[in-house]
C-alpha cells in the first residue's frame, strides 16, 4: 500500500525506550503482551513473535506458533526457517537476482538458486531491531536499512512494526520510508502456525488443518524454484489450489498426480502466491485456518493483495519445537510438512512483472510511505 507522507523523517525520530513502569523483557529477553484471551511473545532478532497462546476448545492455552525456547538460538540457527520474523526489505523471490527501475539494473544476491530471497543474507529477519515503544499490550520495532546493505537495494530505509493485542486479537502494523532514492519494499510477518502445538498424538503434519480463503479464485504460476513465471491462473472448484469454493483440509489433494513437485522440485504441498480478488472487502475475513483436533481458528484480515502459504516441507525432521508444545513422554521433532507459514504480501516478483501493474504497490521513493497492516482473531469451531 502506498501513500504520500508529506514528513518521512518523522520516522527516523525514536520515541524514548521504556518509561518508568513499562514492562522488561524476560530473562529470555522475551517482552509479553496480553489481553484477554492472548499471550505473545516478541523478541528484537527478526522483530520476532516467539510465543503466540490463545486456548483451545477445552479452554486450555495452546502455543500455536514455532520457534525456540532459547532466544539466543535463533541467530545462530543454520536452518534459519524466519519463525514469525519481518523479512524484508523486499520479501521472498527476486527473478535471477536482478531488477530494473528507471532503465537501470541492479543486482541482488543470488541465495536460492537462481534467484534472491527475503532480500539475501542480510536480510531483516537477522537483524536485531530497536524496541522504540512499549506497553502491556503492544510493542513497536524498528529498523534502519542503510543502502545497499540488503545488497543490490539501494537508498536507505527506515521501517517499524507495531504488534498489539486486544481480546483474542493479534494486530500487525507496518510502516516503511525510503529516504534517498527509489527502491523495492515489500514486507509481511512471516508466521508459522501448528493449531495444535503438536500436542496430536498420531499426527504432527499440517494436513489435517483446514483453510478457507474465499477471495482467493487466483495463483500466481511458478517455475520449479517457486519463483513466478508472469502467467497468473484461475483457480477451478476442486482443483489442487482451490481453497475458495470450501473449506479444505491442507492434505486435500494429496492423493493427486501433481501433489508431488507442486511447490516447485522436490516440493509437495504449498509454497506459492494466491491473489486476492480485486472487488474484495478489505474488512472481511480474507483467510480462516482451523484445526478440529484442537478447535482452534485463525481468521485473517489484511490490507495486502496476494498471501503465500508454504506448507513445510523443507523441515528436515531434525528441528525440535518448544517445552511449551507437544505431549509429556513424546519426542519433540518437528516432521517435514509439520506447520505452515502464512504470509500476506502483495505479488511476488512483482518488480520484474510490470505487466501485473504492481509497481506502484511495490517501488517508494522519497516522501512516499510503505503501510501494511493485518490482524488475526482467534476463536474455537
Ligand atoms: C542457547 O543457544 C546458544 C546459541 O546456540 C547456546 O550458546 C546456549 O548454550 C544455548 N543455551 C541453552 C540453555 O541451551
Ligand atoms: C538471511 O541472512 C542470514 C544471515 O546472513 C542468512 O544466514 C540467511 O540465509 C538469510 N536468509 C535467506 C532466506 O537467505
Ligand atoms: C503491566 O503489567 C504488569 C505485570 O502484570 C503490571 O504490574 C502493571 O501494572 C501493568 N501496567 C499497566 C499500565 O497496566
Ligand atoms: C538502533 O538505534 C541505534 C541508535 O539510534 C542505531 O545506531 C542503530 O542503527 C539502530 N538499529 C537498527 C537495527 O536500526
Ligand atoms: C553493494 O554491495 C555489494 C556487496 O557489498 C558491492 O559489491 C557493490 O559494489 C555495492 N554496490 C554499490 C552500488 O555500491
Ligand atoms: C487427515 O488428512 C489425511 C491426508 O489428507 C486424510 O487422509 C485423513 O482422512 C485426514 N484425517 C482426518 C481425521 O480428517
Ligand atoms: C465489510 O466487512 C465488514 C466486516 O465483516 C463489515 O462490517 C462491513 O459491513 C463490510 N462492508 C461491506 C461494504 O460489505
Known amino acids: 500500500m502506498r501513500y504520500l507522507a ?6 527516523a525520530v525514536q520515541s524514548a525506550l521504556a518509561h518508568p513502569g513499562s514492562p522488561h523483557p524476560d530473562a529470555e529477553g522475551r517482552y509479553t503482551l496480553e489481553a484477554e484471551g492472548i499471550r505473545a511473545q516478541f523478541i528484537p532478532y527478526g522483530a520476532t513473535l516467539t510465543n503466540l497462546f490463545v486456548k483451545d476448545a477445552k479452554g486450555q492455552e495452546l502455543d500455536i506458533v ?6 539466543s538460538y ?36 543470488k541465495n536460492d ?21 512499549v ?6 520495532f524498528a529498523i534502519t536499512d542503510p543502502s545497499n546493505s540488503s545488497m543490490g537495494m539501494m537508498g536507505r530505509v527506515d521501517a517499524s512494526v507495531t504488534y498489539s493485542v486486544s481480546k483474542n486479537k493479534w494486530h500487525i502494523s507496518m510502516d516503511a520510508f525510503s529516504l534517498d532514492n527509489k527502491t523495492p519494499i515489500m514486507l509481511t510477518q512471516h508466521t508459522y502456525f501448528q493449531l495444535d502445538a503438536f500436542m496430536r498424538p498420531d499426527d504432527r503434519t499440517i494436513w489435517n488443518h483446514t483453510v478457507y480463503m474465499p477471495e482467493a479464485q487466483r495463483v500466481l504460476v511458478a ?4 519463483l513466478p513465471t508472469g502467467k497468473i491462473a484461475k483457480v477451478p472448484a476442486g482443483s489442487i489450489d482451490d481453497f475458495w469454493s470450501a473449506p479444505h483440509e491442507l492434505g486435500f489433494a494429496s492423493g493427486n498426480d501433481n501433489f508431488e513437485n507442486h511447490c516447485g522440485n522436490g516440493c509437495h504441498g504449498y509454497n506459492g502466491a494466491w491473489a486476492f480478488n480485486e472487488d474484495r472487502n478489505k474488512s472481511a475475513t480474507v483467510l480462516t485456518l482451523a484445526s478440529e483436533y484442537s478447535g482452534i481458528e485463525a481468521k485473517l484480515t489484511t490490507d495486502q493483495d496476494a498471501v503465500v502459504l508454504y506448507t513445510c516441507n523443507w523441515n528436515d525432521g531434525k528441528t525440535e ?6 505431549v509429556p513422554g513424546q519426542d519433540q521433532f518437528i516432521p517435514r510438512d ?7 504480501h502483495d505479488y511476488v516478483d512483482g518488480i520484474n512483472h510490470p505487466e501485473w501493474g504492481r509497481l506502484d504497490e511495490q517501488i517508494f521513493g522519497p516522501g512516499e510511505k510503505y503501510h501494511w497492516e493485518s490482524a488475526w482473531e482467534f476463536g474455537t469451531i
Open 6 to 11: 508529506a514528513l518521512f523523517a518523522v520516522s
Open 66 to 71: 514455532l520457534g525456540y525456547d532459547n532466544t
Open 74 to 109: 535463533y541467530p545462530v540457527d543454520p536452518g534459519h526457517p524466519v519463525y514469525n520474523a519481518i523479512p524484508g526489505r523486499y520479501v521472498n523471490r527476486i527473478g535471477n537476482g536482478q531488477y530494473s527501475i528507471d532503465g537501470k539494473t541492479y543486482h541482488t544476491q
Open 113 to 133: 538458486g537462481p534467484n534472491t530471497l527475503h532480500s539475501g543474507t542480510n536480510n531483516w529477519s537477522f537483524r536485531f531491531w530497536n524496541v522504540t515503544h
Open 135 to 140: 506497553t502491556n499490550s503492544s510493542i513497536t
Open 223 to 226: 517455475d520449479g524454484n517457486a
Open 321 to 326: 519445537f518448544k517445552d511449551t508444545q507437544g
Open 338 to 344: 509439520g506447520c505452515i507459514a502464512i504470509e500476506a
